[in-house]
């Protein structure tokens, strides 16, 4: 250890109520939103709809089914970020409404 650094940190674990882990994590990704765009805003894109860091294109891959069958439907997003996949399944002609816990995200 460094005497200039400090004692060295120690991290655990340890139970938490559902407010808690919940305020933790908003202010994580409030905290970070502008980093993380800037980090994976390219490979995530402006509108494109990616399946995880792996890179599976929704475009592509049709998990969702045929992109004309889209049209029309009402689509909930669910832990949103910048809302990237709800402005691809708007360009589909779907009705999407984003949600994320972090206001900085979106």
Do not use: K
Not at 14 to 34: H, I, K, V
């Amino acid at each position: 250890m460094n005497q200039e650094d400090g004692p060295e940190a120690t991290a655990t674990r340890r139970a938490t109520g559902e407010a808690e882990s919940s305020r933790a994590s908003r202010g994580w990704w409030d905290r970070n939103a502008d980093d993380y765009q800037d980090e994976h805003g390219a490979f995530l894109g402006d509108d494109r709809f990616v399946w995880g860091p792996e890179g599976l294109d929704e475009a592509e891959a049709a998990l969702l089914g045929p992109a004309a069958g889209l049209r029309g439907r009402e689509v909930l997003e669910i832990g949103a970020g910048a809302a990237q996949c709800s402005r691809w399944l708007a360009a589909q002609g779907a009705r999407p409404v984003a949600l994320d816990l972090s206001h900085r995200q979106l």
